[in-house]
Nanobody, 127 residues
Framework: QVQLVESGGGLVQAGDSLRLSCAASGRTFGAIGMGWFRQAPGKEREFVAAISYTGISTYAADSVKGRFTISRDYAKNTVYLQMNSLKPEDTAVYYC????????????????????WGQGTQVTVSS
């Protein structure tokens, strides 16, 4: 079982930056692929970014490429989402997700690829 706790959300203005953190429990963080998704009111949950368990491969949605960066710190069992040049359309609840330890393959952009989810953190960007 992997428990995830997100933090770092808040209310910012367009053009500002935020860094979201996701702390994972357990001793298997180094073997877990991680992802960030978001869900705006009335919309489906959508992929934002993902990182392989090695940290070598990263993926980002077209809507955030060049603005958002995913990274991970193995010593802290934490994955980050650095969000720059925020736009009002980035407003959503952001969720951290984790795959089963040791699991590889599949599509990191799909919610069904992930087995564990955090509770979410609200990001609101005002214009």
């Amino acid at each position: 079982q992997v428990q995830l706790v997100e933090s770092g959300g808040g209310l910012v203005q367009a053009g500002d930056s935020l860094r979201l953190s996701c702390a994972a429990s357990g001793r298997t963080f180094g073997a877990i692929g991680m992802g960030w998704f978001r869900q705006a009111p009335g919309k489906e949950r959508e992929f934002v970014a993902a990182i392989s368990y090695t940290g070598i491969s990263t993926y980002a949605a077209d809507s955030v490429k060049g603005r958002f960066t995913i990274s991970r710190d193995y010593a802290k069992n934490t994955v980050y989402l650095q969000m720059n040049s925020l736009k009002p359309e980035d407003t959503a609840v952001y969720y951290c997700a984790a795959r089963k330890p040791g699991e590889v393959g599949g599509r990191p952009t799909l919610p069904s690829t992930y087995s564990y989810w955090g509770q979410g953190t609200q990001v609101t960007v005002s214009s």
